[in-house]
């Protein structure tokens, strides 16, 4: 099979491999596609220091089963697939059903160094993580139920009346899927703050209004258009897009910080105590959040298919991860379509 490998920072190269085989309790899958995630690109370029050398990355993934190990009765070989890569040992599965991300011993599949993952033609998985495609739902569209996830699990991070008039800040496709999040939470009001015409234009289409912080503070731009903010989530994680959740948003604010674009960010200290807003951390999710994902974009593929900017071929990849790594104005998802060649390997 042929697998994507992180052969040095700034490089990826196809390497052949012999297909894994899956274990007791794991199912193994036959990739269809993977999408390229912001963290994939900040560890191609070291940026984040979550990816290494020799390293097989990939978590945002669909296909279909194509075996299945022992003590696995629940899955078919055949199924369209998705799963969700983060991974609980499996006697603690049931004590943090719902909550996997809070286990200290978790470990997530394509973050893992260890474990290659689904930049490849197959990969194997626990089956206990494996979720069905909804009926219907075109194959490629399930690598997109991942970043959903973590769109979904942000939302219900913020307490439920404070989604009147929300400000989103970053409309890259972590951002673009928040928008999705909050339009099946009830949110009244979506803003988004983004930079690039072309990711301003791609979050109109899903429903939200937008401001390009460019042509002025984020907070006056607000002000008059409508009023501040109720709740902000910043899905690009640095100190100059906090501090414009902190101050667009009204007193008493809760701010979901969702992107992790700084290992570490500084905040005014007053905005938080003497105005009493509230910094809310988010990091993946629950697989209650997942599932929800799953029916979600299955209800309107149609929406999700506005998010996919571009499919490659599996010898583009590392064009494509550099160019991602410049910044070529892409304005959403890039997948990686393993299901193209049909060889016999």
């Known amino acids: 099979m042929r697998e994507l490998v992180l052969t040095e920072i700034g490089r990826l190269d196809v390497r052949e491999a012999p297909i894994p085989q899956p274990g007791p309790g794991e199912a193994l899958i036959r990739v269809a596609a993977t999408g390229i995630c912001g963290s994939d690109v900040h560890g191609y370029t070291g940026e984040n220091g979550r990816r290494f050398p020799g390293q097989v990355m990939g978590h945002e993934s669909s296909g279909t089963i194509a075996a299945l190990g022992t003590g ?87 307490p439920a009346g404070s989604l009147a008039r929300v400000l989103v800040i970053g409309g890259g496709p972590i951002g673009q899927s928040i928008v999705i999040a909050l339009r099946d939470a009830g949110a009244g009001t979506i803003i988004v703050s983004e ?108 929406v999700y298919r506005t998010l996919i900017s571009r499919e ?9 991860f550099s160019a991602l790594a410049a910044g070529d104005g892409t304005p959403g998802k890039v997948l990686v379509r393993f299901d193209r060649e049909e060889e016999t390997r």
């Open 72 to 158: 696995v009765d629940e899955l078919a070989v055949g199924t369209a697939v998705t799963f969700n890569p983060v991974v609980v040992p499996a006697e603690d599965a049931a004590a943090f059903a719902g909550r996997e991300q809070h286990h200290p011993g978790k470990h997530v599949i394509g973050v893992a160094k260890e474990i290659p993952a689904a930049f490849a033609d197959y990969v194997v998985v626990p089956a206990r993580n494996v979720v069905a495609l909804p009926d219907g739902l075109p194959i490629e569209l399930g690598a997109l139920i991942e970043p959903l996830a973590v769109a979904v699990h942000a939302v219900r991070r913020l």
């Open 195 to 302: 930079m690039d015409a072309a990711r301003r234009e791609l979050v109109r289409r899903l429903g939200a209004e937008t401001i390009d912080p460019a042509d002025g503070p984020v907070a006056d731009q607000l002000r008059a258009g409508g009023g501040l903010a109720d709740a902000a989530l910043d899905a690009v994680g640095i100190t100059p897009t906090l501090r414009d959740a902190f101050t667009s948003t009204t007193l008493g604010a809760p701010i979901c910080l969702v992107g992790m674009g700084s290992p570490q960010v500084t905040i005014d200290a007053f905005l938080v105590s003497t105005e009493e807003r509230s910094l809310i951390g988010s990091f993946t999710y629950g697989s209650d959040d997942f599932a929800d994902a799953t029916e979600i974009i299955g209800a309107d593929p149609d």
């Open 312 to 320: 490659i071929d599996v010898a583009d990849a590392d064009t494509a």
